[in-house]
């Protein structure tokens, strides 16, 4: 049924209601109708526009007019609405195409614009680099050697003699023997005296078997090239601790402060021995770049370069007097550099190793070392005399790493054989070994400094009892290959390294 409106007796668009009359009216009409004369059209009765109430209809369409009812009238409307869709089609097309250029234009801006930036970048921390090295500060570098007694001659301090040809050694003089048998006398007494009693304060087995994971920090080297390959820890604040890693930078972190004191670049190559010396804020770096730099820390400066090989830097320990470094590379040379001078002092080929050393540590005396072959073989050596004085076989596989127990007696070796050698050296025999999962390895071994454990860092992070060899504690939080643990002061903390970019300390943590 159909509304009709009671003005126009057609279909309202908008019908509306009047209360007054109950009449359906077309709203525009009487609309229009109140405001000459406000009364109700039908009765006469006083009405008015806010009374009207609105009719909700189905909305009715509109009939076609009469030229769209005929067959040619129906093709031509279809004709001209492809047209315009055919038209429509066009200019969007025009548009895409359009669109499709800009696009490509603007993204090959910005990938320009990235590889500019990129070389910029790259200049820029390359010359950052080089004046880190070139230009040292002069107070720095002068109050360093004026402690120390200068002998004139050549020493490599600048990045551009970094690819110079290696030193020219020097020679063992008289007064070089006798700084080192001094010094060695007097580690001698010094260590028996502390033989005959357990340090105050020394972690026992039991704290040992509590320690756990207490800090973990990833963001001390380079994400792009991923892996920390060195660790030490200063003997005279057990806080600071020196990283070296894949990035070819070193850095040194405070373990209490957890912030990083400095970055030390300058090394083309990864960087894979670091050192921090006994007494002075002095670092000691190796790098597969055959160069091995001497850092003031607080200044991140470059005081010293030493060339003394030719090839990748395998080795590297301090000498307990603090003044000579001892190095050993791939291509069978072991070397003893002055730190204070930068001068090569001595350099020896192993003539019996034919693929390389591997490794090098001081003896705590000083005044024998040991360094590791590729030939699975230990070689003792004495540094006076430079002479071989004692060859450890029995390992297969290249030598990984040696330890040499704080106690002058023991010496600790490991190898890709997957065990762990102990070796006497008063009787110069194996009276130990300890064989590890199959292929397990070892990349680093170290003794605390009261010679009661041993730490391993490999495809974990163990400690064992020395003399009972017992296995105290085995940490497996590393996600990749562990290559370096220490140990802190009394063994109260132990820290470790890895590929996995992460530096974690251990310790007995509080009641839980």
């Known amino acids: ?140 570098a002068q109050s360093y050697t004026a402690e120390q007694p200068i002998h004139h001659g050549t020493t490599a301090t600048s990045a551009d003699n970094s690819h110079a040809s290696v030193t020219s050694a020097e020679g063992m003089t008289d007064e070089i023997i006798q700084k080192l048998q001094d010094k060695a006398s007097v580690l001698t007494q010094l260590r028996k005296q502390r033989g005959k009693r357990v340090p105050e304060g020394l972690a026992t087995v039991d704290d040992m078997r509590n320690f756990r994971c207490s800090a973990t920090h990833t963001a001390l080297h380079s994400a792009s090239t991923p892996g920390i390959l060195a660790l030490d820890i200063s003997p005279k604040n057990p806080s600071i601790i020196l990283t070296g890693g894949n990035d070819r930078q070193a850095v040194v972190f405070n373990k209490d402060s957890e912030q990083v004191v400095a970055t030390l670049k300058g090394h083309q190559k990864k960087v894979t021995h670091v050192i921090h010396h006994f007494e002075e804020d002095i670092a000691i770096t190796g790098s597969a770049d055959s160069s091995i730099r001497v850092w003031h820390i607080p200044s991140a400066q470059c005081l010293k370069v030493l060339k003394a090989h030719e090839s990748p830097i395998t080795g590297l320990s301090l000498h307990p007097t603090g003044d000579y470094v001892l190095s050993s590379a791939s291509d069978t040379h072991w070397a003893l550099s002055d730190l204070r001078t930068g001068k090569l002092i001595t350099k020896i080929q192993d003539s019996t190793a034919q693929r390389g050393l591997t490794c090098a540590q001081f003896h705590p005396d000083g005044i024998i070392f040991g360094v590791g072959t590729q030939e699975s073989v230990i070689k003792i050596w004495d540094l006076k005399e430079c002479n071989n004085v004692a060859d450890f076989p029995g390992h297969a596989g290249s030598i990984s790493a040696i330890a040499f127990s704080e106690n002058g007696y023991y010496l600790a070796t490991a190898a890709e054989d997957a065990s762990i050698k102990l070796w006497d050296l008063r009787k110069l025999r194996n009276f130990k070994t300890i064989t590890l999962d199959d292929r397990y390895e070892v990349r680093d071994l170290v003794f605390d400094q009261s010679g009661m454990y041993l730490g391993v860092a490999g495809t974990d992070v163990r400690v064992y009892q020395s003399k009972q060899w017992d296995l105290v504690k085995l940490f497996n939080d590393h996600t990749a290959l562990a290559t370096g643990v220490r140990f802190g002061t009394d063994a109260n903390f132990l820290a470790s390294a890895s590929m996995d970019r992460s530096l974690k300390f251990y310790q007995q943590l509080s009641q839980e």
């Open 1 to 140: 049924m159909s509304l009709i409106c009671s003005l126009s007796n057609e279909v309202p668009e908008q019908p509306v209601l009047s209360p007054v009359s109950g009449c359906i009216y077309e709203k525009r009409l009487i609309i229009k109708y109140l405001r000459e004369s406000p009364t109700d059209p039908i009765t006469g009765q006083p009405l008015t526009e806010e009374q009207l109430i609105d009719v909700k209809v189905t909305p009715l369409g509109k009939p076609k007019p009469p030229s769209a009812t005929s067959i040619p009238a129906i093709l031509k409307m279809l004709q001209d609405e492809w047209d315009a869709c055919m038209l429509h089609s066009f200019t969007l097309r025009q548009q895409l195409q359009t669109a499709r250029q800009e696009l490509s234009h603007v993204m090959y801006q910005h990938d320009a614009a990235c590889r500019v930036i990129a070389r910029l970048n790259k200049e820029v921390t390359a010359a950052r680099e080089a004046l880190a090295t070139l230009k040292p500060q002069a107070g720095i």
